[in-house]
């Protein structure tokens, strides 16, 4: 129910967003004013909700709930969001929090937003979130390669 009322919303909201580029991106450009653009409206829509209206996530992030789920995790750079590659933060948002992406039946709330979303509304996210980043957070990105890959992929995969 509550995914269908954001779909709603989203088709009225995003509908005046100007169209990215013919050709969708296949990356997360903090760079690209209308990605970025796109990304914070896309954001506003699916991920504030749980995730912070500015990025900050929820309280105690890291402490487990009864359930035995953590609470959504902050995008900004006191969370580990950083810390993962573009590929994989992709991953886990267009197919939710399942290998290779997480432990087999990882207790989570987060859902895989891959049949609600395009592929270029994935990125774009991705983009506003990077847009939001310190200067240290990308040198320190940069310094891990871009981030660590999913469970049993090789960096040169």
């Given amino acids: 129910m509550i995914r269908s009322m954001l779909t709603l919303l989203a088709l009225v909201w995003l509908v005046p967003v100007p169209a990215l580029a013919a050709n969708p991106p296949t ?8 990605q970025v653009q796109r990304g914070k409206k896309v954001y506003d829509i699916f991920c504030a909700l749980c995730h ?23 995008h900004d750079e ?5 810390h993962h590659s573009d590929e994989m933060l992709f991953g886990m948002i267009k197919q939710g ?6 432990p087999k039946e990882y207790p989570t709330d987060m859902p895989g937003w891959g049949s609600t979303l395009k592929d270029n509304d994935i990125w774009a996210v991705l983009a506003y979130i990077k ?3 310190p200067e240290e957070t990308h040198k320190l990105r940069r310094e891990i390669g ?12």
Avoid: C, N
């Avoid at 990356?27 to 209308?34: E, F, I, L, Q, S």
């Avoid at 006191?78 to 950083?82: L, N, Q």
């Avoid at 929090?97 to 997480?102: D, F, G, R, T």
């Fill in 146 to 157: 871009g981030g660590f890959q999913p469970i049993g992929k090789k960096e040169s995969e």
């Fill in 78 to 82: 006191t969370g580990h969001t950083w």
């Fill in 97 to 102: 929090m399942v290998p290779p992406y997480a």
């Fill in 27 to 34: 990356k997360a450009d903090p760079g690209d004013v209308a």
């Fill in 131 to 133: 847009s939001r980043w």
């Fill in 52 to 74: 912070g209206a500015d990025l900050e996530g929820q309280a105690d992030w890291r402490t487990r709930k009864p359930d035995g789920k953590l609470p959504a995790p902050p």
